[in-house]
């Protein structure tokens, strides 16, 4: 079974720039949809952004124009460029594939802190 491993979180400033990169251990060609959540405390799992295999992307409203997705299927890698942040994007991120437009996969990553200062 392909495994999934976030990395790139951590400490920023408010406007500033990250970039998560989460790499799979086997092809992810096969998924039409990789996608990113986000979590915190209390909260449901959310979907931040969401593309598939040919590269349409959707987008939460809290984020569009803020943040963009990609994917290398030949590097097996998914990434999440977060531009203009917020304190409120202040969550841990999860990659996700196998899933359906809004509806989450079943393969997670363990998940990436991001922290906002305001």
């Known amino acids: 079974q392909v495994q999934l491993v976030e990395s790139g979180g951590g400490l920023v400033q408010a406007g500033g720039s990250l970039r998560l990169s989460c790499a799979a251990s086997?092809?992810?060609?096969?998924?039409?949809?990789m996608a990113w959540y986000r979590q915190g405390p209390g909260n449901q799992r959310e979907q931040v952004a969401r593309i598939s295999s040919g590269a349409y992307t959707g987008y939460a409203d809290s984020v569009k124009g803020r943040f963009t997705i990609s994917r290398d299927n030949a590097k097996r890698m998914l990434y999440l460029q977060m531009d203009s942040l917020k304190p409120e994007d202040a969550d841990v991120y999860y990659c996700?594939?196998?899933?359906?437009?809004?509806?989450?996969?079943?393969?997670w990553g363990q998940g990436t802190l991001v922290t906002v200062s305001s």
């Open positions: 086997g092809s992810i060609s096969s998924f039409n949809n």
């Open positions: 996700n594939a196998g899933g359906s437009g809004t509806s989450p996969g079943r393969l």
